[in-house]
């Protein structure tokens, strides 16, 4: 299994809260993803990463920030957590999208609670 | 915009079937096509295809890319209860971002 670690596992927080998500790499790989998955929408990207401190957004971004201070590392930040924000976020990485045509794998997911 | 849609939405098969899921896309510059298998955490990836490999198999596993009709199928044969999962199917579009269907879920019956 690729060397991704998603902490929490589990949160549950209320409404208006900031909250942090970290995924950890151990595979030096450039590519860092976040995803959430929810029922009837499937994966969606939110922000992505290709290498330190160079971050975009992808299609559900609002809400939403990242950051990227060390190739192992990428942070998801609820700045104030909304009910919507309940879900399930999936890390994920990749070595060479662009190249190499890799494929990314998951970490196990946080599932996070907005009350 | 960009879309993936998979079909069936769901599927109860019994032990020994062989089933056929269905992956179609929407996109404007495709590079690839991955199919991923989900049981209750992380998704695990199954295949990649692209235009130069439109055909993969891994064991009881198989899955063919039809470029001309944008579409992908993945086939298992003589299913077994571990084959139960959310099968995902996602479309690299630009070769940095991945769309996603909504995904297949199969049901094994013993």
């Not at chain 1, 939110?46 to 809400?63: P, R």
């Not at chain 2, 198989?62 to 086939?75: A, G, P, Q, V």
Request: hydrophobic fraction near 30%; aromatic fraction near 10%.
């Amino acid at each position: 299994d690729a060397g991704i670690t998603q902490s929490p596992r589990h949160k549950v927080t209320e409404t208006g809260t900031p909250v942090t998500l970290r995924c950890h790499q151990t595979e030096n790989h450039r590519y860092m993803y976040w995803y959430r998955q929810d029922p009837g929408h499937g994966l969606r990207l939110i922000h992505y990463s290709y290498g330190v401190k160079d971050t975009d957004k992808g299609e559900v971004s609002d809400g939403y920030s990242v950051s990227r201070s060390k190739t192992e590392d990428f942070l998801l930040t609820l700045e104030s957590a909304t009910s919507s924000q309940t879900s399930v976020y999936f890390c994920a990485i990749s070595e060479s999208v662009t190249r190499n045509n890799q494929p990314q794998h998951f970490g196990d997911g946080t599932r996070l609670s907005i009350l | 915009e960009d879309k993936v849609v998979q079909s069936p939405l769901s599927l109860v098969v019994h032990e020994g079937d062989t089933v056929t899921l269905n992956c179609s896309y929407e996109v404007t510059n495709f590079r690839s096509l991955l199919w991923y298998k989900q049981e209750k955490k992380a998704p695990t990836f199954l295949f990649m295809l692209t235009s130069s490999g439109i055909e993969k198999k891994s064991g009881r596993l198989s899955s063919i890319l039809d470029k001309k009709e944008l579409s992908s199928i993945l086939n298992i044969t003589a299913t077994q209860t571990g084959d139960s999962a959310i099968y995902l199917c996602a479309v690299d579009a630009t070769g940095n971002q991945f769309y996603f269907g909504t995904g297949t879920s199969l049901t094994v019956i013993p």
